[in-house]
């Protein structure tokens, strides 16, 4: 017989760790699970309450409470910006992470809006640019079947990519090779990425737009992109879902 409901949630959430309930399948009925267990309602909602906040189920309305899908999809360090894949191909940033997933993509999966703004202190600060300068904003939201896996929003100088294809709204990426194919056609070529990850919990409208039950953390990305010569063309900040991403680094250990 099991007591409380942390014991109860121990053990459906071996269950759901074992495929006993595989994902986009439901949990048994609350009334069921108590009387299996021997327990009253309330500590069996209190127990899916607490998998719901570890972002293992979610209630879906007419069906009950659904097993989340958890996709492996990798998330490449270093390996995910080389210039083989952009400045000689055509496979961007998040093209790579789904093959190295096993996963397929297409262009569409990237959605965009471009707008021309005064530019936040932290932009501004980035691009070393006056404040409330103007700069472009290049806001992206990737899906994966359907379902957001994070978004992702560039800032660039306005001299640095005004009529380019960086500033067309064209869902999908920026052309042959993205953003980094465009800069570098502006005589700007990426050469160096610093990344900053922070976890914290999602904003109701970044909750909204990652279609995040509730309790799921997101992880932030802050990118600065650099010329060889240490100009920043580009700084991205990006919220992602934590349980759609492993965070993969392969690098040279230094001297």
């Known amino acids: 017989m099991t007591h409380g409901y942390k014991e109860l949630a121990a053990v459906l959430r071996d269950g759901i760790q074992r495929g006993d309930y595989p994902p986009d399948t439901t949990l048994p009925k609350q009334a069921d699970l108590a009387a299996e267990y021997g327990v009253n ?29 958890r996709p492996p ?8 910006y080389a210039k083989s894949n952009w400045k000689y191909g055509d496979r961007v940033a998040f093209a790579a992470d789904r ?10 999966d990237q ?18 640019v006056e404040p409330d300068a103007d700069v472009y904003a290049r806001a992206r939201t990737v899906r994966h079947d359907g379902t957001p896996t994070h978004t992702l929003t560039s800032y660039y100088r306005v001299e640095d990519v005004d009529g380019t294809p960086l500033v067309d ?7 042959r090779g993205g953003g980094f194919a465009v800069l ?15 976890a914290r919990m999602p904003r109701p409208d970044e ?35 934590a349980s759609r991403f492993a965070w993969t680094y392969t690098f040279d250990m230094p001297d």
């Open 41 to 69: 309602i309330k500590t069996v909602r209190n127990a899916v309450a607490l998998l719901q906040s570890e972002g293992l189920v979610t209630p879906v309305r007419r069906r009950g409470t659904v097993v989340r899908s």
């Open 73 to 80: 999809m990798r998330r490449l360090g270093i390996e995910r």
């Open 99 to 108: 093959e190295a997933s096993g996963q397929s993509w297409k262009p569409a």
């Open 111 to 128: 959605t965009q809006t471009v707008e021309r703004i005064a530019a936040p202190s932290r932009v501004a600060q980035a691009l070393s």
């Open 169 to 175: 709204p064209t869902p999908g990426p920026a052309g």
């Open 184 to 198: 570098t056609l502006q005589g700007l070529e990426p050469d160096q990425i610093t990344e900053t990850l922070t």
């Open 207 to 241: 909750a909204a737009m990652l279609e995040l039950p509730g309790g799921e953390p997101v992880m932030v990305l802050q990118r600065t992109t650099r010329t060889k010569e240490g100009r920043v063309v580009e700084y991205a900040e990006g919220v992602h879902a």
